[in-house]
Structure formats: C-alpha cells, structure tokens
C-alpha cells in the first residue's frame, strides 16, 4: 500500500488546485461573457434587481435555508451510521446498539423528509407570490408604454416575457437557488465527513475532481448555447403564432394554409432541434459524469479492500469494512451535487438571460409621460387648437406639415380627405397617443403637453376606425370595467345610437357573451357598441372615426339624427368618406398629404368649387346611379 501513498498526496494537490483553476478561468470568463455582446447586464446587477422582488419574502427564505441545513444532516449522516451498522453486522451483532443505530437513521430519514416537505410547500408558495408581483410590475409597465413602443415590439415577444420569462425567474427562486445552497452545503459537508472518516481515502477521491471539473465546464459552455438557442427559438415560434392566429382568417380566405403551416413547421422544427441539442448535452454529461463515478467506486473496492484485507494503514489511516461501506455511499453523495450545481448552475445562467429580457422591457422608459408640474383637468370646455403642428411617425417623414385650424367649444369639425391623408393621425395627437415635433395643440388654450395624459384621455370619447372589442359581454364592453353606469344608463346611450335595436333582440340583451375581438358580431353591430361605448360616459369632445362606414343607410340616417342632437353639447371631430354624413358640420376641413387644402361649411365649400366640391359631385353622381339602377 506505500507505494500507492506519494501518488495519492500529488494527485490530490493537483486535483485541488487543478478545480481552483479551472473554476477561477470560469469565472473570469463569465464575466468577460456577461459583459460582451453575449449578455448585456452584469449578473450582479441583474441579482440585485432581482432580490428586490424576495426581499418582502426574506423571512420565508431564512426559513427555508434552516429547513434546508436540517434536512441535509441526513445526507451527511447516513453514510457513517450505514457504515457503523456493517461493522456492528459483521462483529458480534449486539442488538442494543443496532438498533440505537437503526433508529437515530429512522429519525434522521423522517426529520429530512418531513424538512424537505414544507421548504417545498414554502417555496413553491414564496415562488407564486414573486411570480404575480413580477407578472403584475410587467404588465402594468406595459400599459404604460406610448403606441410608438408598443408598435415597435411584437406581442408575441410582450407575450413570451409576461410568460414564459417571469417562469424561469419564479423556478430560480423556488427551485435552483435553494438547491444550489443545499448542494454546496452538502458538497463541502460530505467532503468535512469524508476527511474525518478517513482523509487519505479521501485524498483518493479528490484525485478525481479535475476531470470533474473539466465535464462540468465543457458541459456548461454546450448548454449555454442550447439553452439560448432554445430561448429564441420560443420566442419566435410565439411571435409567429400570436400574429398568425389573429389572421388566420385571412390565412383561409386567401387559401395560404400550406404556406404558413410550412412557415409554422420551419420554426417548430428549430425548437425541435434546439430542444433535441440540450437534450443531447445532457445525456451525455449524466452518463460522463456517472461513469467518473463508477470508476471512483473501483478504485475505492481496489485500495480500500486490499488495505482491509492486508491490516495495512494507508498513510497511517486503518480501513475497515465500514469505513469502505461508508465512503461507498460518500463518493456518490460527492458526484451528485457536483453534477446537479453545474446543470443548476446552467438553469441559473438561463434564468438570469429571461431576467434580462424582462429588465430590459423595464428599462423602456414610457415615451410619454406627465411634466412633473402637469395640471390636473376636472372640466373643459371643449375649444382645440392646432397651431401649426408638424408631426412624422419616423423621423423626417412628415405626415402633418404645419396643420393649423380651431374649433370653438361644443361646435362639430368633420375631417375629410384622401385615404392616408392624416385625418385619424390628428385625432390620435388630439389624446396625446404620440409628441407632436413642431407646433401646439391646445385645449381649452392648454397646451395639452401640460395637462396629466390620463385626465386629458378621460376627457375624450374616442371612436376608432378598428374597433376593438374585448372578451366579455356587451355590457362589459360598453362601460369597459367602471361599475358605476346604471342599466338605465347603458340602454340610454345604446338607445341614442340605435344599437338598442339590434341589443333587444339577443337572449342574453345586455349580457350577450362577446367573443374574442368581437368576432361573433357584425362590423356595423360592433361600430354600434362602441358607439355607445363612447356616448355612455359624456365625453367634453366627442372622436368618431369612421363611425358609421359599416352601417345599413337606416341606421346611419338614425345615427345621424342622434349626432345632430348631441351637437352642441360637447365638441365632436368626426372623420367620414361619405361626405353626405357631415353635411351639418360647423366647420370642414379637407386634408391633402398632411396640409389642410379647404376648410368652411358644407355651403361655403360648395360655392368654392374646388377640390370639396369635386369630391361631393363624384360622390353625388355615383349616388344618383346607384338609386337608378336600384
Ligand atoms: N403607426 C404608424 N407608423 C408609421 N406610419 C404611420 C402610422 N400610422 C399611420 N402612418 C402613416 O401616416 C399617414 C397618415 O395615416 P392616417 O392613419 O392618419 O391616414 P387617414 O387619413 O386616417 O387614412 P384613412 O382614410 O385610410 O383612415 C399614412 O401615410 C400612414 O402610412
Ligand atoms: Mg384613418
């Protein structure tokens, strides 16, 4: 056995200091990684961020941790009482003490167990709660954002962060950072047992630990890429299928199934792959590392039994057979949080990457945003202003070129023009949707940048040209979550806009389930809800894009009738092609390319001859043949 002893003492120098290396080289490169293109933000500053979310739970995690130190002394004690109980076995067999033994292990076994239970009814508890406070902070951020952002970043992506990337941080903190603790604990805890056992067996094991260490890094570099390329691949297929079920009618009408079904298939089988590669490196770490294992054990049996069988020390160490039993069950206990910190370790990285999006989506500071000293509006007038306004989605690409016109309170406006000439672009700067960059718009003589955006929206009824419905009931999307409407009320303003009619006849009236986007509605009954939407809470200004395009000429001579008794009330700017609805208009503005060409009433333009004119003719005539040839 001598000859065995320099070779033992040098291979676990080098085994030490080798795993030292190596773990140092990892670090310093995870942080060259961190703060290259491959990660953005520095770990540190993505767990500070972090904890600020368990910060309110800290007292469960002490609680957690003290669970976890009671449940591993089972790991750590078990091996020597097994061990204890060979010797006892193969001795005399004295009962009394086997069963003291038998039963401190009994106990331990329980106090683990039932420790391992509540630390995980704990934290998968503490894990929901950080999950719905990080959902709710990302949501709400989200809300927050100006139409320019939110047109910039695919819903599927808003999606996958609310989602799948508030996940992985809530797993994090349930799962990978208490087990990361407890492996650490149990690694150095085993590796303490093991010195006092026996430290020259141990200096057997720990000549192992380089090539340990070396999977553990090949390993983590290979799952890294995976890990990410998953990550993408998720991302992308929810992006694509966000947007394509939304028109996957269109899909059908135009016959385009194959080919967005072999879209749909080109990104499923990247996840696929991605998938299949993780997979790969694990399955061939696992067996790696298992077989390191094997091969610790067999050199164990090898030294350890020939020392036991020849009564020989091993560096002035005495092997018994439980002392081989004992460390049998260590080295195992050694692999394994070994193997399970570094596949922790790579959950982690990931779990830190899907932080980082989510941060970064954080980082988005809303684009519009009050002036600290922005006034709060209780009651307007109704008087808008635009002076010379200048306005272009992206830079230099002007839609509004120095559009100037007023409208004195409770008068109606109507907006004409070419499609694209900018008319639903001046209503959307009216609510302050986007910053003007040249000019003022004034409300009430305000400039509407001084007054808090949510008390300025509150002032408008908005009708857009998309009418959007949400999932509910037509009530629920007539007074859209504000309790305070009587049923009096909903069906008064459902009766001023005609859409009482076509409500009366559903069995459920008012409480009509609407489907998603209002599918299970025609376009003119969902103009019609969103009309009465819009009256209901008697707004100072009234928008109306397109209101009645998709209405039956009835309806629309009834709604008319109602638009005309609800002038003079507030201000209303109503935007239609059909030139004969805004006849009545105080005042008409004709848009061409973003510059207002015409402005006066139906009349005046009339008498002017020029393009308002041309426009009513052509519309006049067309009307003429149609009721010809009807
Ligand atoms: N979100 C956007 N991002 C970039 N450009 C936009 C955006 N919305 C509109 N535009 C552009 O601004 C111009 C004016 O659009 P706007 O919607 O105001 O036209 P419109 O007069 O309401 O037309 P329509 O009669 O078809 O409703 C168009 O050329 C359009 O391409
Ligand atoms: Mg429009």
Known sequence: MREYQPLL????????????????????????????????????????RLIRYARPYWKQFVLVLCLVLASI???????????????????????????TLVTVYALLLAVSMVCTYFQSIILQKVGQKILSDLRQDLFTHIESLSHAQLNAIPVGKLVTRVTNDTNAISMMFTNILVNMVRNVFILFGVLGAMLLVNYALTLMVLCFLPVLVLFTVIFRQLTRRA?????????????????????????????????????????????????????????VFRPMVYMLYITSVMCLFYVGSRGYIHDTALLGQTITSGTVVTFYLYISKFFDPIQTLAEQFNMLQSAFASAEKIFAVFDMAPALTDEPDAIELDHIEGDIEFRDVWFAYEPGEWVLKGVSFHVPARQTVALVGATGSGKSTILSLLCRNYDIQ??????????????????????????????FLFSGTIRSNI???????????????????????????????????????????????????????????????????????????????????????????????????????????????????????????????LRKKGRYYRLYMLQYEARQAEETAG
């Open 9 to 48: 003492i040098a291979g676990a120098i080098i085994g030490v200091f080798a795993a030292g290396f190596i773990f140092l080289w990892c670090v310093v490169r995870r942080q060259k990684d961190a703060a290259g293109a491959d990660r953005n933000m520095p770990d540190g500053e993505i767990m500070r």
């Open 73 to 99: 002394a089972y790991s750590l004690a078990s091996p020597y009482l097994v061990g204890r109980i060979e010797e006892l076995i193969k001795a005399d067999f004295p009962l009394k003490r086997l069963w």
């Open 227 to 283: 890990y990410r390329r998953v990550k993408d691949c998720t991302t992308d297929i929810n992006t694509y299928l966000s947007e394509n079920l939304s028109g996957i009618k269109i899909t059908q009408v135009f016959n385009r199934e194959q080919a967005k079904l072999d879209d749909f298939l080109v990104r499923s089988a990247a996840l696929k792959k991605a998938r299949q590669r993780q997979m790969y490196v694990f399955a």
């Open 438 to 467: 040249k000019g003022q718009i004034l409300l009430d003589g305000i400039d509407i940048r001084h007054i808090r955006i949510a008390s300025l929206r509150r002032q408008f009824g908005q009708m857009l040209q998309d009418v």
């Open 479 to 605: 007074v859209l979550r504000e309790d305070r409407f009587t049923d009096e009320e909903i069906w008064q303003a459902c009766r001023y806009v005609n859409a009482d009619r076509f409500i009366g006849k559903l069995d459920g009236g008012l409480d009509e389930q609407v489907l998603e986007r209002g599918n299970n509605f025609s376009a003119g009954q969902r103009q019609l809800i969103s009309f009465a939407r819009t009256v209901l809470h008697r707004p100072a200004v009234m928008i109306l894009d397109e209101a009645t395009a998709n209405i039956d000429t009835e309806t629309e001579l009834l709604i008319q009738t109602s638009l005309e008794r609800m002038k003079n009330i507030g201000t209303m700017l109503i935007v239609a092609h059909r030139l004969s609805t805004i006849q009545h208009a105080d005042n008409i503005i004709l848009l061409s390319h973003g510059r207002i060409l015409e402005q006066g009433t139906h009349q005046e333009l």
